[in-house]
């Protein structure tokens, strides 16, 4: 398995204002993804951090508002942007290491909430 | 990936084994299923996978019907430690794909 550090584990943030997530693997990954989970919700996939090169994002999921970077196989970043109590959530990071059969290992999470 | 169907939640009584259904009748011929949970504010756990052979492992039995359209995550014998979402997904293997969770079956086991 993968060991997956993510930063801030909680925040609470104001109106307006932006908040960048970090997520740290202990080794090289071939993927990393960033999901959201609402509250009671199930996960949804925000986009695909691409080593080197502009993430990729799913429909419904804007650059403006996630900015992502990977500046490395080991770690990438999430912003949230311009905050509304509507981005209030979990964010999750995971990682897809190369031959792990598509088994993707998850981190425990941001918890945020804008008020 | 094909879609799936769970139960919104199940009982298990502690010490008795879970056993978790999934329907995924358009599964294709290259489609896995994969098992993840999901524990109170953690994030998911992958727990098995399979493609048409059943599996085990040391969290669980995956039972996979011969036609492929439906399967069976068993938890031999649950504990209150088991209490989570759980999450059964159909994807790809071999290429890197993004996992497509549905709503997942509550799992509550029961002292």
């Known amino acids: 398995s993968a060991v997956i550090s993510q930063k801030p584990s909680r925040d609470i943030c104001q109106r307006g204002t932006s908040l960048t997530i970090q997520c740290q693997v202990d080794?090289?990954?071939?993927?990393m993804f960033w999901y959201r989970q609402q509250p009671g919700q199930s996960l949804t996939l925000i986009a695909t951090a691409n080593q080197g090169s502009e993430a990729t994002y799913e429909s419904g999921f804007v650059i403006d508002k996630f900015p992502i970077s990977r500046p490395n196989l080991t770690f990438s970043t999430l912003t949230v942007s311009n905050m509304s109590p509507e981005d209030s959530s979990i964010y999750l990071c995971s990682v897809l290491r190369q031959g792990d059969k598509n088994i993707q290992y998850f981190g425990a999470g941001t918890r945020l909430s804008v008020l | 990936d094909a879609k799936t169907t769970q139960p919104t939640s199940m009982d298990c009584a502690e010490g008795r084994a879970a056993n978790l259904p999934c329907n995924h009748s358009t599964i294709s011929g290259n489609e896995y299923v994969y098992w993840y949970r999901q524990i109170h504010s953690q994030g998911p756990q992958y727990i098995i996978h399979?493609?048409?052979n059943n599996e085990t492992n040391e969290m669980a039995s995956l039972i996979i019907t011969e036609d492929r359209k439906s399967s069976t995550l068993i938890l031999p014998h649950a504990t209150l430690r088991d209490t989570a979402v759980y999450y059964c997904?159909?994807?790809?293997?071999?290429?890197?794909?993004?996992?497509?969770f549905g709503s997942g079956t509550q799992l509550t086991v029961l002292p």
């Open positions: 080794s090289q990954v071939t993927m």
């Open positions: 997904i159909v994807s790809r293997s071999g290429s890197a794909r993004q996992l497509t």
């Open positions: 399979g493609l048409k």
